[in-house]
């Protein structure tokens, strides 16, 4: 949905204006900004459906954390 789109393009680009993010893997940030936007529009299917890729994705849930936790500190 548009939504989660914008709303994932809106992190990604909100982690590229801080280098305390440069730290995190391109596939960390990805999925993160997907796992974000999904949770944040309330559709938990997809939000869960992110989270079980996430072994694919070589990710887990620290690292997710962790980079969601960066962006929302530079936001502040």
Same mark, same amino acid.
Do not use: I
């Given at each position: ?13 909100? *982690?590229?204006? %801080?280098? $305390? ?5 391109? !596939? /960390? ?16 299917? *997809?939000?869960? %459906?992110? $989270? ?5 994705? !070589? /990710? ?17």
């Amino acid at each position: 949905p548009e939504l989660l789109q914008l709303e994932g393009m809106m992190l990604l680009e909100s *982690s590229m204006m %801080s280098s $305390l993010c440069l730290h995190h893997r391109p !596939s /960390v940030m990805a999925l993160s900004a997907l796992y974000w936007a999904c949770t944040r529009a309330h559709e938990k299917e *997809s939000a869960q %459906s992110r $989270l079980e890729s996430m072994g694919e994705w !070589s /990710v887990n849930h620290q690292q997710l954390c962790e980079f969601v936790q960066d962006v929302e500190t530079q936001l502040e």
